[in-house]
Nanobody
């Protein structure tokens, strides 16, 4: 069974940094786009960043220049480096991956930025 597991969330002060990781496990024969989304309390889930199998990246305007998405040396891993964090970045961050031509979501990791 294919699973995505996120890690690296936590509490950080404004201006600080965090690095999120997402690892895919199970029988995987195809990995296409992967991405990070977030959902703040009372708000809809929104796109943060995506990366294609060819490492083309896209970012939400709100995180451009502060966040960087990348793939690990092991292709079933994706990272989100978050710098210059702001209180408005507080949310549950979810990893999404197109694996074996199906979309999978992780359970999420909480990121809290204090002012």
């Amino acid at each position: 069974q294919v699973q995505l597991v996120e890690s690296g969330g936590g509490l950080v002060q404004a201006g600080g940094s965090l690095r999120l990781s997402c690892s895919a496990s199970g029988t995987i024969f195809s990995i296409n786009n992967m991405g990070w989304y977030r959902q703040a309390p009372g708000k809809q889930r929104e796109l943060v960043a995506t990366i294609t199998s060819g490492s083309y990246t896209e970012y939400a305007d709100s995180v451009k220049g502060r966040f960087t998405i990348s793939r690990g040396n092991v292709k079933n891993t994706v990272y989100l480096q978050m710098n210059s964090l702001k209180p408005e970045d507080t949310a549950v961050y979810y990893c999404k991956g197109n694996l074996n031509y199906m979309n999978y979501w992780g359970r999420g990791t909480q990121v809290t930025v204090s002012s």
